[in-house]
């Protein structure tokens, strides 16, 4: 593998909040607690860190349970020891998706224990936990996934389980149809190791949570990573004050939140979660639905339509907590009131909800977890890297689109014959202006304005004409249209960074687990942008 950076500049869709972040914190440090430089504060952070030697004995119980179901390796029992003895965590979480979901989840991970292991290597005993977030209701996010095919085309595969609608996705069990779709998958990706333990992990009967856990237990045997089911009622029962908390203090944390939302705006950045006066920060499960929690006039509070009041909450959290869960910027709090986490590692969206949440930290635990932002990559397979050196290509100008990368690729498609009379004719044009525009200044400099517009209405008719004939030319030449597709599809499918669309299993599949390895190897806590890493 070689890599080379990409600023995040370059990337599309990066928001101002976090390409601030990134590069201009000076811009953003009222709304976080560090730099995204994890070396430049872990020790000063680690000694800020209190966790209490009961939770911490109750945690490593529940953590060793969870992953000895999942069939964990001695590295993860190994590391709850460490945690069960002092260690701080480095955490970071993603819903459970199909197959294990897009490839970011895979980067998250080994972020995670990378940036355990330096911590670590610094004298900060620490472990990586990930944070399974099967309390999350969005089945359609899920459900799906993509996996590259013939030339790079994309092959979605969807799951179709029998569920009740806003559920909580982590308890849904597979049917019958799981097993055709990891026959599909197999075909598409071949014998492989991964392929096998996708089928030991993805059978009928198995839920969401349990598929994603057996398959990242497998995957990660070697790095330790534990995972954290977020749906196990013991948890609940530890998190309960958090919950309380949220109640007891919703007046101050949602005029918090409102003022933040505020001060964001009025920098000029989003907010990643609209909050409303009737925002609460929980959800309570009725009749097997995720339902949200809402304020209601005085200090009532509203539950699918039904009043009820702030004791008779309370109550309701005391008696079983396990029927209720955090809002997504209440569930960090709860997170890093469950584990003593010395920082969290995550991608844009996650760096644009701990702006909001810093607001719940400073109120229910008195300290704001930093965010450290996760290895983000395009990944360039050999047949790709050749086609981008063929056309002269950069990522960026497959990022511009693939109605435009196809022009481009069109235009280089053009005889030499062409292209040598465009190239002429755009020189003989500046040429003649350039003396038509020299004459005129020492004629009438008035008429300067008149010659430069002509020239731009000049070239840009010559422009359209050659844009024409590439279009032409691309339609009589199906290969160039092809391997426009095939990069677009690689590297930008649906016009979406490649890790967020394409599943990681795929190229495990292809690469083995050397390809984690070799990630592993790529991530480095003082590179905040974007890589691109030729395979």
Same mark, same amino acid.
């Given at each position: 593998?070689?890599?080379?950076?990409?600023?995040?500049?370059?990337?599309?869709?990066?928001?101002?909040?976090?390409?601030?972040?990134?590069?201009?914190?000076?811009?953003?440090?009222?709304?976080?607690?560090?730099?995204?430089?994890?070396?430049? &504060?872990?020790?000063?952070?680690?000694?800020?860190?209190?966790?209490?030697?009961?939770?911490?004995?109750?945690?490593?119980? +529940?953590?060793?349970?969870?992953?000895?179901? &999942?069939?964990?390796?001695?590295?993860?029992?190994?590391? +709850?020891?460490?945690?069960?003895?002092?260690?701080?965590?480095?955490?970071?979480?993603?819903?459970?998706?199909?197959?294990?979901?897009?490839?970011?989840? =895979?980067?998250?991970?080994?972020?995670? %224990?990378?940036?355990?292991? =330096?911590?670590?290597?610094? *004298?900060?005993?620490?472990?990586?936990?990930? &944070?399974?977030?099967?309390?999350?209701?969005?089945? /359609?996010?899920?459900?799906?996934?993509?996996?590259?095919?013939?030339?790079?085309?994309?092959?979605?595969?969807?799951?179709?389980?029998?569920?009740?609608?806003?559920?909580?996705?982590?308890?849904?069990?597979?049917?019958?149809?799981?097993?055709?779709?990891?026959?599909?998958?197999?075909?598409?990706?071949?014998?492989?190791?991964?392929?096998?333990?996708?089928?030991?992990?993805?059978?009928?009967?198995?839920?969401?949570?349990?598929?994603?856990?057996?398959?990242?237990?497998?995957?990660?045997?070697?790095?330790?990573?534990?995972?954290?089911?977020?749906?196990?009622?013991?948890?609940?029962?530890?998190?309960?004050?958090?919950?309380?908390?949220?109640?007891?203090? =919703?007046?101050?944390?949602?005029?918090?939140?409102?003022?933040? *939302?505020?001060?964001?705006?009025?920098?000029?950045?989003?907010?990643?979660?609209? %909050?409303?006066?009737?925002?609460?920060?929980?959800?309570?499960?009725?009749?097997?639905?995720?339902?949200?929690?809402?304020?209601?006039?005085?200090?009532?509070?509203?539950?699918? *339509?039904?009043? =009820?009041?702030?004791?008779?909450?309370?109550?309701? +959290?005391?008696?079983?907590?396990? /029927?209720?869960?955090?809002?997504?910027?209440?569930?960090?709090?709860?997170?890093?009131?469950?584990?003593?986490?010395?920082?969290?590692?995550?991608?844009?969206?996650? %760096?644009?909800?701990?702006?909001?949440?810093?607001?719940?930290?400073?109120?229910?635990?008195?300290?704001?977890?930093?965010?450290?932002?996760?290895?983000?990559?395009?990944?360039?397979?050999?047949?790709?890297?050749?086609?981008?050196?063929?056309?002269?290509?950069?990522?960026?100008?497959?990022?511009?689109?693939?109605?435009?990368?196809?022009?481009?690729?069109?235009?280089?498609?053009?005889?030499?014959?062409?292209?040598?009379?465009?190239?002429?004719?755009?020189?003989?044009?500046?040429?003649?202006?350039?003396?038509?525009?020299?004459?005129?200044?020492?004629? /009438?400099?008035?008429?300067?304005?008149?010659?430069?517009?002509?020239?731009?209405?000049?070239?840009?008719?010559?422009?359209?004409?050659?844009?024409?004939?590439?279009?032409?030319?691309?339609?009589?030449?199906?290969?160039?249209?092809?391997?426009?597709?095939?990069?677009?599809?690689?590297?930008?499918?649906?016009?979406?960074?490649?890790?967020?669309?394409?599943?990681?299993?795929?190229?495990?599949?292809?690469?083995?687990?050397?390809?984690?390895?070799?990630?592993?190897?790529?991530?480095?806590?003082?590179?905040? /942008?974007?890589?691109?890493?030729?395979?």
């Amino acid at each position: 593998m070689k890599s080379e950076c990409l600023p995040f500049s370059q990337v599309p869709h990066t928001t101002n909040l976090f390409g601030d972040f990134l590069y201009s914190f000076e811009k953003v440090e009222r709304f976080y607690p560090r730099t995204p430089f994890f070396q430049q &504060w872990a020790k000063d952070e680690a000694s800020r860190v209190r966790y209490e030697l009961a939770r911490r004995e109750r945690m490593a119980a +529940i953590l060793q349970r969870q992953n000895r179901s &999942w069939g964990a390796a001695a590295q993860t029992f190994e590391n +709850i020891d460490r945690f069960r003895k002092g260690a701080n965590a480095v955490v970071t979480g993603q819903q459970v998706g199909l197959f294990g979901g897009p490839l970011f989840s =895979i980067y998250k991970a080994l972020t995670a %224990v990378k940036l355990a292991d =330096i911590a670590t290597q610094e *004298g900060l005993q620490c472990v990586p936990v990930f &944070w399974l977030a099967t309390e999350d209701h969005d089945l /359609d996010e899920v459900k799906q996934v993509s996996l590259s095919g013939p030339d790079a085309s994309l092959e979605k595969f969807v799951a179709a389980p029998a569920a009740i609608p806003d559920a909580p996705v982590g308890n849904i069990v597979f049917g019958t149809e799981v097993q055709s779709l990891v026959d599909d998958a197999a075909k598409l990706l071949g014998g492989s190791e991964v392929v096998t333990v996708l089928r030991e992990s993805y059978r009928p009967g198995q839920t969401f949570g349990g598929a994603f856990a057996r398959l990242f237990a497998a995957l990660f045997a070697d790095r330790g990573v534990i995972l954290l089911d977020a749906s196990d009622p013991e948890l609940h029962q530890v998190a309960k004050p958090i919950y309380r908390g949220g109640i007891e203090h =919703i007046a101050e944390i949602g005029d918090a939140l409102l003022e933040r *939302g505020q001060q964001l705006e009025t920098a000029g950045y989003h907010q990643q979660v609209k %909050v409303s006066p009737t925002s609460a920060v929980l959800f309570t499960i009725r009749d097997g639905v995720r339902v949200p929690v809402h304020r209601a006039a005085g200090s009532d509070f509203e539950i699918g *339509g039904e009043k =009820i009041s702030r004791d008779d909450l309370l109550a309701r +959290i005391d008696s079983a907590p396990e /029927d209720f869960s955090p809002n997504v910027l209440l569930r960090p709090v709860v997170q890093d009131y469950l584990l003593p986490t010395l920082a969290y590692t995550g991608g844009s969206a996650e %760096v644009a909800y701990f702006a909001q949440a810093a607001v719940v930290y400073e109120k229910l635990l008195g300290r704001v977890t930093p965010i450290v932002p996760r290895f983000s990559a395009t990944l360039v397979e050999t047949k790709l890297q050749s086609l981008l050196d063929r056309y002269h290509l950069t990522l960026p100008d497959v990022f511009r689109g693939p109605e435009q990368l196809r022009d481009e690729l069109a235009a280089q498609a053009l005889s030499n014959e062409l292209q040598s009379a465009f190239a002429n004719a755009e020189t003989s044009l500046k040429n003649s202006i350039a003396a038509i525009r020299s004459a005129l200044e020492r004629l /009438d400099k008035t008429l300067v304005d008149a010659a430069d517009n002509a020239m731009g209405k000049i070239h840009h008719q010559l422009e359209s004409l050659r844009a024409r004939a590439a279009r032409a030319e691309l339609r009589q030449t199906e290969v160039v249209g092809r391997h426009a597709q095939l990069l677009s599809n690689a590297l930008y499918p649906n016009k979406t960074l490649q890790e967020r669309e394409v599943a990681g299993i795929y190229f495990l599949s292809r690469y083995g687990k050397d390809f984690l390895r070799n990630i592993y190897d790529r991530i480095q806590t003082d590179c905040l /942008d974007h890589q691109i890493i030729s395979l």
